[in-house]
């Protein structure tokens, strides 16, 4: 049966996984981590899905590497994952972000988006959350895609000058 709650190309838990557990626990996260990776649908259409399947396996990777005892990570979409912890305060949380930014950005091979939220009070649930976190990754998603095109610009920039 625990075969049908984990997602067979991450080895991650899955979506189904993840509602389950918001079900019977939602009360006791803590903090919740969104991650989207950046850059997945591009690699498809160039490089093909093998490519992109390889790049979701090495960004679960990164993911799993970097959680810590009390979190756990589900992959609840294409290209998206979210960590659920428990009994977790902001420095805990700050060094699991750290690690799974470390783990997959360092690398410059792929990159991904991060967000989190901590429960500030007692009554808050998971759902305000979750809400919460996928503001912030998107947030961060939006700044890395316009640092990337600013880098093109810049580079561009720097070709033509070398030209001249």
């Known amino acids: 049966m625990k075969s049908a ?8 838990y899955n979506r189904q996984a993840y509602y389950t557990e918001l079900e019977k626990n939602g009360n006791k996260i803590t903090a919740v981590i969104s991650v989207d990776m950046n850059g997945l649908k591009k690699l498809n259409d160039e490089c093909g899905h093998a490519r992109g399947d ?25 290209d998206e994952f979210v960590i659920l912890c428990h009994d977790m305060d902001f420095l805990d949380v700050d060094d699991i972000v750290d690690s799974v930014q470390n783990n997959i950005n360092v690398r410059g091979i792929y990159n991904v988006a991060i967000g989190y939220a901590i429960k500030k009070e007692s009554w808050q649930d998971a759902n305000k959350l979750i ?3 996928d503001k912030v990754m998107y947030q961060n998603k939006i700044a890395v895609k316009e640092a990337q095109a600013q880098a093109e610009i810049d580079s561009q920039n720097i070709e033509t000058k070398n030209e001249e």
């Open 131 to 133: 809400i919460e976190a």
């Open 5 to 12: 709650s984990i997602d067979p190309l991450t080895g991650l």
């Open 54 to 78: 390889e790049a979701l396996i090495y960004i679960s990777k990164g993911i799993r590497d970097g959680l810590r005892k009390g979190a756990t990570a589900y992959r609840t979409g294409g």
